[in-house]
T-cell receptor, first 109, second 110 residues
């Protein structure tokens, strides 16, 4: 069975400080990992996926298979980063996503 | 730009009523999904569909059914609404493993 764990329900960070949202997963095969974000009054949208290895809005995430983690990082938080963040996993060739319980990030001005 | 629309933003129903939630996508996606979103529980998959008239149970299908008669439309049905089905319902469509979400329907069952 596949499982995604986000240990922090709430995270508050000062503007300009580094941000790290934790995500750990459990999957027996080769996973594909994603971060989705939901800003206030907006729909849930894809932020980034590990396979593309790109930085979106200053965020990056590295898949660490040894630690089964996919933490989301940003060196300098901005107020517009305040949102709900979900980590998600799919199996190879499988369109079904398993989501974590989410972390609400608040950036303190 | 992918557009996924849901028939209602807010809905209030009474216990025992039959409830229909409609979702339409305009990108000819094969895959469509229904989730419920609850604080502290994240998104949980109710049902999904890989093609017209095809459906598969997700993680929490009890109390729900679905219908997909046309490729662009995926309906979620609560046969007899109960108070524990009060939630935010999100529809998504997708290709491969990228999903595009609708705005959500907040359903309250009294």
């Amino acid at each position: 069975a596949q499982r995604v764990t986000q240990p922090e329900k709430l995270l508050s960070v000062f503007k300009g400080a580094p941000v790290e949202l934790k995500c750990n997963y459990s999957y027996s095969g080769s996973p594909e990992l994603f971060w989705y974000v939901q800003y206030s009054r907006q729909r849930l949208q894809l932020l980034l996926r590990h396979i593309s290895r790109e930085s979106i809005k200053g965020f990056t995430a590295d898949l660490n298979k040894g630690e089964t983690s996919f933490h989301l990082k940003k060196p300098f938080a901005q107020e517009e980063d305040s949102a709900m963040y979900y980590c998600a996993l799919s199996g190879f060739g499988n369109e079904k996503l398993t989501f974590g319980t989410g972390t609400r990030l608040t950036i303190i001005p | 730009d992918v557009k996924v629309t849901q028939s209602s933003r807010y809905l209030v129903k009474r216990t025992g009523e039959k409830v229909f939630l409609e979702c339409v996508q305009d990108m000819d996606h094969e895959n469509m999904f229904w989730y419920r979103q609850d604080p502290g529980l994240g998104l949980r998959l109710i049902y999904f569909s890989y093609d017209v008239k095809m459906k598969e149970k997700g993680d929490i299908p009890e109390g729900y059914s679905v219908s997909r008669e046309k490729k662009e439309r995926f309906s979620l049905i609560l046969e007899s609404a109960s108070t524990n089905q009060t939630s935010m319902y999100l529809c998504a469509s997708g290709v491969t493993d990228t999903q595009y979400f609708g705005p959500g329907t907040r359903l309250t069952v009294l």
